[in-house]
């Protein structure tokens, strides 16, 4: 089982359109939770993270960690063409270096 | 601004050459990484580096080995390229794990093509 498993897509959305995107996780031990956005050839980029628990807002982006049920959610509102990209979760313990990283799940937002 | 630079864009070998891929960051990160990312599949660890002359192998390490002689610059080596080493190939770096999230800095990534 991989350690962090996430939805393939891809997902095609109408301009302004709620978009959903999550991720689940196995190993408890994990207390950052990470959102990278990657255009199409370039590298991902970090858009939000969250320790433990919660939400996260940032303009139209919203980070959701529910650690009972090891659910990670990314949701983007009035969703926009710009937006169109690979979207990554990623997840580490405290004092540890490495990232485990979903597999991404790409957003395409039709004008 | 931040930077992670690697040496290519683009890159094409034949099989069984040796290729080296270069990464270089100026932020006095500890830690380096190096990915490779294959449709349906991810991002996928090979080595990681948190210090001069340190590495740990990550997940698929076979058929690589890495260099890290200076703090700002992380080399990885393909011994004999294969086909199977086809794959666009990330490098990344970050400050030493604790309680910040310590994000990874990204570089644009080198597409390495084996024929």
């Known amino acids: 089982q991989k350690e962090v498993e996430q939805d393939p897509g891809p997902l095609s959305v109408p301009e302004g359109a709620i978009v959903s995107l999550n991720c689940t996780y196995s190993?408890?031990?994990?207390?950052?939770f990470m959102w990278y956005r990657q255009y199409s050839r370039k590298g991902p980029e970090l858009l939000m993270y969250?320790?433990?628990?919660g939400n996260k807002e940032d303009g139209r982006f919203t980070a959701q960690v529910d650690k009972s049920s090891k659910y990670i959610s990314l949701f983007i509102r009035d969703s926009q063409p710009s937006d169109s990209a690979t979207y990554l979760c990623?997840?580490?313990?405290?004092?540890?270096?490495?990232?485990?990283f979903g597999s991404g799940t790409k957003l395409n937002v039709k004008p | 601004d931040v930077k992670v630079t690697q040496s290519s864009r683009y890159l094409v070998k034949r099989t069984g050459e040796k290729v080296f891929l270069e990464c270089v960051q100026d932020?006095?990160?500890?830690?380096m990484f190096w990915y490779r990312q294959d449709p349906g599949l991810g991002l996928r660890l090979i080595y990681f580096s948190y210090d001069v002359k340190m590495k740990e192998k990550g997940d698929i390490p076979e058929g690589y080995s890495v260099s890290r002689e200076k703090k700002e610059r992380f080399s990885l080596i393909l011994e004999s390229a294969s086909t199977n080493q086809t794959s666009m190939y990330l490098c990344?770096?970050?400050?030493?794990?604790?309680?910040?999230?310590?994000?990874?800095?990204f570089g644009p990534g080198t597409r390495l093509t084996v024929l």
């Open positions: 969250t320790y433990s628990s």
């Open positions: 932020m006095d990160h500890e830690n």
């Open positions: 990344a770096s970050s400050l030493k794990g604790g309680r910040a999230p310590n994000e990874q800095f």
């Open positions: 990623a997840t580490r313990r405290v004092n540890f270096n490495k990232f485990y």
């Open positions: 190993n408890s031990a994990f207390q950052y």
